[in-house]
């Protein structure tokens, strides 16, 4: 039997402090698997691109995700697919999840670690992007950190309104204007040009940019990047992506103390994550655990 578990029982499952902790652990113990992941993505002959994440392993985690993603900028969600979670042991399909929500919140939530380990003491946080990645990395970060004020641009007025509303935020017109009122960024769009160059920032901000999982997307100037300390989570992935200089540190080093991170109030810091297939194997499988504790979603015979 296969566990079904759609949008709304995910959200019934997962809370950020615990995922925080699973993310927290991979990013500590994922390079003991020995077993790299691999990102696939190819051009359709529609207007979106297919992507697949394989597989999701972590030491100690009986059980492996394949990530199949549909990602249509124009459409609402942008992103729609499945999760498959299977058995180490005999590769049975333990359970199909929605990946949009379990994308989203492995996204935020691994950004918001990243931030909080990077950023520096201000508390402003900017908002360049509302959508549902932004909203789960300022969820996350309200839980590892106290939170100032917060300002927010869309290119949706409306959600820019909406995401204000949900945080105690105000609008601001322009990415330029957010990284003056900011002292932590969280870009997450789909941006081809960069919407920051170092002119638009100050010594000691932190910058943490989502849009860099695909070629051709870029959200910070190479210039920002060069005058930054750079962390990603994966160095072969994000140089593949090509517009990212070589990484200063991984997230992993950071967390394992292999690497020191900020070290002055002046330094500017960015973390540009690529997403990684253990990253949802840790979610996948912490929403499995509870699910199957708490009696939710629905099992269905896919080979009856």
């Known amino acids: 039997m296969t566990l079904l578990l759609t949008r709304g029982d995910l959200e019934t499952v997962l809370e950020p402090e615990t ?24 051009d359709l002959p529609f207007p979106g691109t297919a992507t697949a994440l394989i597989p999701g392993l972590l030491p100690g985690v009986p059980a492996y995700t394949v990530k199949v993603n549909a990602k249509f900028p124009a ?18 399909l333990l359970a199909l999840m929605d990946s949009a929500t379990v994308t989203a919140w492995r996204t935020g939530l691994a950004a918001a670690l990243g931030t909080h380990l990077l950023a520096g003491a201000g508390a402003v946080v900017g908002v360049i992007g509302a959508g549902a990645q932004a909203e ?12 100032g004020a917060l300002v927010v641009h869309d290119t949706s007025d409306d959600r820019a309104a909406e995401f204000a509303a949900r945080h105690g935020g105000r609008v601001l017109s322009c990415a330029a204007e957010i990284a003056t009122a900011a002292d932590i960024v969280l870009a997450a769009t789909w941006s081809r040009e960069p919407l920051l160059r170092l ?32 962390v990603v989570d994966d160095r072969e992935l994000a140089s593949r992506v090509g517009v990212l200089r070589a990484a200063d540190a991984t997230l992993g080093e950071i967390v394992r103390g292999e690497h020191p991170g900020r070290t002055t109030d002046t330094d500017r810091t960015v973390y540009a994550p690529v997403g990684l297939p253990w990253q949802d194997l840790a ?11 708490e009696g939710v979603g629905r099992r269905v015979d896919l080979l009856a």
Do not use: M, N
Request: hydrophobic share 40%; glycine share 14%.
């Open 19 to 42: 995922c925080l902790h699973a993310l927290r652990d991979g990013f500590r113990t994922a390079d003991g698997v020995g077993i790299a992941g691999q990102r696939v993505r190819t």
């Open 75 to 92: 459409a609402r969600p942008a992103l729609r697919g499945v999760i498959c979670l299977h058995s180490g042991t005999d590769g049975a």
């Open 136 to 147: 789960l990395t300022v969820r996350g970060l309200g839980v590892l950190r106290p939170r």
């Open 199 to 230: 002119h638009d920032t100050r010594p000691g901000q932190h910058f943490t940019s989502l849009g860099v999982d695909e070629p051709g997307k870029a959200e910070l100037a190479a210039d920002l990047l060069g005058a930054a300390l750079l």
């Open 283 to 293: 979610l996948a499988w912490t929403a499995y655990v509870r699910a199957e504790r």
